[in-house]
């Protein structure tokens, strides 16, 4: 997982702020899990992870993955709701798209 004071940097909230810390630990469990189900990979925090070696369509957790959930993370807590009134949509999931494409696997 993405450490908390990563994810509150990255939404701009105050580390001192608490309020919702758990709420972001949510959506950061489930950013990991879209990932998985986006790439139909197993995601891997490290090589030494057990299952690592032995899963040849595994997923290390680097930059690109780390930047795909900080960004919707970031999206989710902004817009809490389905929908958004008064404003312009935005690509948030283009740009997640466009980091994880390379690591997806294609198939039935």
Not at 29 to 34: I, L, S, V, Y
Not at 83 to 97: D, L, N, R
């Amino acid at each position: 997982m993405i450490e908390l004071s990563t994810v509150k940097e990255h939404c701009r909230i105050e580390p001192d702020f608490v309020d919702d810390d758990n709420l972001l630990e949510i959506y950061s469990r489930a950013a990991w899990r879209h990932v998985e189900k986006w790439t139909r990979r197993t995601l891997y925090k490290m090589t030494t992870d057990p299952g690592y070696e032995v899963d040849e369509d595994r997923l290390l957790f680097d930059d690109d993955v780390r930047a795909a959930m900080l960004l919707l993370i970031g999206h989710w807590y902004s817009n809490r709701e389905a929908v958004v009134i008064g404003q312009t949509p935005s690509e948030v999931p283009f740009a997640v798209e466009a980091l994880l494409q390379p690591y997806k696997i294609y198939g039935v």
